[in-house]
């Protein structure tokens, strides 16, 4: 007699099937003033790359709004505009993190690097320096690079949703 299989069996991965319809990592045309390059790899506790996975990126107001799939190294991409702040915020971008394990998603933020408002944004204020650094995108190769560590000594700091 065989069993039917319980959810817990069948969480995935299924992500492909939700990023065939246009270039969803594309928030802005390429050509777009403003436009960059968000790039970074999505990793495991022991460091061994997710390939997997899937990233969505929000702006904080959720008008805009993208979504890759990583490929067999791990890699991710976006293409965007810097989003407005927030009054007293730094500008960020909210993500999810969809990977294998999850049965539920989890809930991270990247801000840009060299933002004068990152020193009184009131969520980074509220962390360790260390912490804090796990949320903040660097300049890499005229684009920005955030990768996402799910547990370990590198693990990037999530939120409660």
Same mark, same amino acid.
């Given at each position: ?6 959810? @817990? +069996?069948?969480?995935?991965? *299924? ?10 990592? !594309? %928030? ?8 960059? !390059?968000?790039?970074?790899? %999505? ?41 407005? @702040?927030?009054?007293? !915020? ?7 993190? =969809?990977?294998?394990? %999850?049965?539920? +998603? %989890? ?9 004068? @408002? ?21 300049? !890499? ?7 996402? =560590?799910? +547990? ?6 999530? *939120? @409660? =949703?």
């Amino acid at each position: 007699m065989t069993l039917p299989r319980t959810p @817990a +069996q069948t969480v995935g991965p *299924f992500y492909s099937i939700g990023l065939c319809r246009r270039p969803e990592n !594309e %928030l802005v045309g390429r050509d777009e003033p403003g436009a960059l !390059e968000l790039a970074g790899r %999505l990793f495991d506790g022991e460091g061994t790359p997710v390939v997997d996975g899937l990233i969505e990126v929000w702006d904080r107001a959720g008008r805009r709004w993208g979504r890759s799939g990583t490929d067999a190294d791990g890699r991710f991409a976006f293409v965007l505009t810097k989003p407005d @702040a927030a009054p007293g !915020e730094a500008p960020r971008l909210d993500v999810w993190v =969809h990977a294998r394990g %999850l049965l539920r +998603q %989890l809930l991270t933020r990247i801000y840009f690097a060299g933002e004068d @408002a990152n020193t009184s944004d009131p969520v980074l204020a509220q962390l360790a320096a260390a912490d804090a650094a796990t949320l903040v995108a660097q300049a !890499e190769d005229g684009g920005l690079r955030f990768d996402v =560590h799910l +547990q370990g000594e590198r693990a990037t700091t999530f *939120f @409660a =949703h």
